[in-house]
């Protein structure tokens, strides 16, 4: 064992110590941030402010009701014009974008294809700035008919039964957030699991084309050698995943003592509401068994078919194919599970070992006992184990033959025969 | 001497081949073992039993006296395969003590020989380039000092000399003779039958998985002579046609190529030719070359034909 930690300290250090870590490490959370605000930044400002000609038989969409409406919201700008020719040949001049024909109208009915001619095409979070204008017209026509005045108004707004899906036996689950959570834990496990298996796959080639493994494997067994740089490896997505938590937590605090700012106020608020609404400790704790227990499963099959691959990069890609495959099923069936978390995808997909880091990982949040009875964890997390047992083992006896092995392509049917070999 | 390794009857199939088949070898302690055939012959395979790099499917590994135990062993063989190779991005130094850390040695322990050796090969100022920095010739270098670091007691060389140019080829072989000095037993596996006349003192021929030939190199020479012997003469020599005690293989003006009949001894044949007035510069026998002998062996197996290619492109 004492040769297996010398293996766990070089993988460890080697990775560690690289540039590329603690650059991966630093930018990847500064990366996420940046792209959601600047999708939403990009979004906010990708919307155009159309200008509509209005051409009224109706007689509701009077120049002072548009008006008012315009000064209440500039998001779009309707103005009233005689008839079509106008709004045409106005075009270029009033810098119209398109005109509404409103023909005379019911009340009662309303309209269910009132057409915006546009000049050009637009998006609809474009239009629904106009269709959000003619809303807020139409609703001060039909309440004005209907006499409601705004006293009636306020209570027809508010008065609500609003329904609410609350797990009776677990009182911490709330379904809208574990659905989130549970879409980024099980994310995250996949971006882990493909990440860093392929890195140990990538390693094990490297030991390959250098030609070092036969030197090494004439000082240590090849088991040992395969599972110092998985485990060497896992320690280094850990220590990542550590220090990602470590700056939120930290981040959390400054935000919390500079609390005065909006931004920060509504994230120190949305994390205390995070504490109180699901087991935060619980999904942690599952996340960390299910990221190293789902790492050695996977990173075993990538150990082995690094060892059985040449130099050739695409080998490597077709013969890790059914891997991926793997963990990209699994990430359908969490599509499934969190839609119905307690269905039988979701059950069945939370034992088998290959889908259960990420499918668990997705119906956790949503409660443990209240969704993910015990019992179904304490088993979900043996077979698992098991299983990453076998793996290991199994590929042990892949990366023993192929390690050595030169200049010969080899496929999966190859390594089953190499497993069943005595040696 | 006493013996540091023997093989007894070892054994090695694979499922398309029988790489080693019953194998059985003794080295003894300080000797440079030549362990010689074809690309495919099976020496990787032995090799890499030797090791404990695979167990034998039958036989056999005694190793100073004990039961080969691949565990406790490796400390005392140092390995240097044909595909050999070091971590490209690591430095020098780290990767000489984490291989040596590797093999047993404590990192206190491994710093101290590591010194030693870099001093040796004037490597000092190479411990924080990095190994894809150094030349392939640097690189070897580094390789055989990373191989011996430990003092194995077993070294086992497989084809040490290829991609060396002659400078660094002789540093080595300075090497090897002096760690078989000092009592270091050194396994020298290779095609290349120069370097083997040159080097060893003993030496095996593998063939297809068999052990085909054992004994010293000059036993080896002696088993195989055929009694060939070169005259050089001060005149062409005018001999009988008939009685001949011998007989003309090859002549020139100056030189007579002989072959003594069966019951001949050379005496006869200097007689015969003192009595026929032919007037001798020298008289040497023709040893057969271990090439001449090891072409003669494998010709006809079909692995034999890669030997003589690589003979060829020599």
Not at chain 1, 146 to 157: F, W
């Amino acid at each position: 064992m004492n040769k297996t930690w010398i293996i766990i300290k070089r993988e460890y250090l080697t990775r560690v110590k690289k540039k590329t870590f603690i650059i991966s490490t630093l930018l990847l959370p500064v990366l996420y941030v940046g792209l959601i605000f600047g999708m939403g930044f990009i979004a906010e400002n990708s919307r155009e402010t159309l200008s509509i000609a209005v051409i009224d038989s109706s007689g509701y969409f009077s120049a002072p009701v548009l008006e008012k409406q315009n000064q209440l919201d500039n998001s779009s700008i309707l103005t009233l014009v005689e008839n079509v020719e106008a709004a045409e040949q106005n075009q270029k001049a009033a810098g119209y974008d398109g005109y509404l024909v409103i023909p005379a109208l019911d009340w009662r009915k309303g309209l269910d294809s009132l057409s915006l001619n546009t000049f050009k095409s637009y998006g609809s979070a474009t239009t629904a700035a106009v269709q959000a204008k003619i809303d807020r017209i139409w609703g001060q026509v039909v309440n004005d008919s209907l006499q409601i005045d705004s006293d009636k108004l306020l209570v027809l707004s508010q008065s609500r039964l609003q329904l609410k899906a609350k797990n009776i036996v677990d009182e911490k689950s709330d379904s809208d957030t574990a659905e989130g959570i549970g879409y980024v834990a099980g994310l995250l496990m996949y971006f882990i699991l493909l990440v860093y298996g392929s890195q140990v796959m990538m390693g094990v080639m490297e030991e390959k084309t250098n030609r070092i493994a036969e030197v090494i494997v004439s000082s240590v067994r090849p088991f040992q050698m395969m599972l110092g740089k998985i485990i060497g490896i896992g320690a280094v997505a850990l220590t990542q995943f550590l220090l990602w938590i470590a700056f939120i937590l930290v981040a959390y605090n400054v935000a919390k003592e500079a609390g005065t700012q909006m931004g920060a106020a509504e994230m120190v608020g949305n994390m205390q509401r995070l504490f109180t609404q699901v087991n935060v400790p619980l999904i942690l704790g599952c996340f960390g068994f299910y990221f190293l227990a789902g790492f050695f499963f996977y990173a075993s099959l990538y150990g082995a078919v690094g060892s059985a691959v040449n130099e050739d990069i695409r080998e490597a890609q077709s013969l890790s194919f059914p891997i991926t495959m793997l963990v990209i099923l699994s990430i359908a069936m969490m599509t499934a599970t969190i839609a119905n978390p307690s269905g039988p995808i979701a059950v069945w997909g939370s034992f088998l070992p290959f889908s259960s880091p990420i499918v668990m990982m997705a119906r956790i949040p949503y409660g443990v006992p209240g969704t993910v009875p015990w019992w179904q964890l304490i088993v979900s997390m043996l077979i698992l184990i098991l299983s990453f047992i076998a793996m290991v083992w199994l590929a042990g006896k892949i990366y023993r033959t192929g390690i050595l092995l030169y200049g010969k392509k080899v496929t999966w049917g190859e390594m089953l025969k190499w497993i069943v070999r005595k040696n | 001497m006493a013996s540091i390794l023997s093989l007894e009857h070892l054994k090695k199939y694979f499922e398309s081949q029988k790489a080693v088949d019953d194998i059985s070898l003794s080295i003894e302690e300080g000797q440079i073992f030549g362990l010689l055939g074809p690309n495919g012959a099976g020496k990787t395979t032995l090799i890499r039993m030797i090791t404990g790099i695979f167990y034998p499917d039958q036989g056999n590994i005694i190793f100073q006296g004990k039961s080969f135990d691949p565990i406790r062993d490796v400390r005392y063989i140092g390995y240097m395969p044909e595909e050999r190779g070091l971590y490209k991005k690591m430095k020098v130094g780290e990767q000489a003590l984490y291989l040596a850390q590797l093999k047993g040695l404590s990192k206190q322990e491994a710093k101290e020989k590591i010194g030693g050796w870099f001093e040796r090969f004037g490597m000092e100022s190479w411990w924080n380039k990095k190994v894809e920095d150094l030349s392939k010739g640097m690189g070897q270098k580094l390789q055989f000092v990373t191989t011996v670091l430990h003092q194995p007691r077993l070294i086992i060389l497989d084809e040490p000399f290829s991609g060396l140019d002659p400078v660094n080829s002789n540093l080595i072989k300075d090497e090897i003779y002096r760690l078989a000095a000092e009592g270091a037993t050194i396994i020298f596996s290779t095609h290349r039958m120069e370097q083997v006349e040159e080097i060893c003192d003993h030496i095996a021929l593998v063939n297809r998985g068999k052990k085909i030939l054992d004994g010293t190199v000059r036993a080896v020479k002696d088993q195989f002579k055929e009694n060939l012997f070169l005259v050089e003469t001060e005149a062409p020599a005018s001999l009988p046609q008939e009685t001949l005690p011998f007989s003309v293989v090859d002549r020139t003006d100056s030189k007579l190529f002989i072959q003594l009949k069966e019951g001949q001894t050379r005496n006869q044949a200097l007689q015969f030719l003192l009595d026929n007035q032919v007037s001798i510069l020298s008289f040497k026998e023709i040893l057969p070359s271990l090439n001449d002998i090891f072409i003669k062996l494998v010709e006809g197996t079909p692995v034999s034909r890669s030997f003589e290619t690589k003979k060829a492109s020599l």
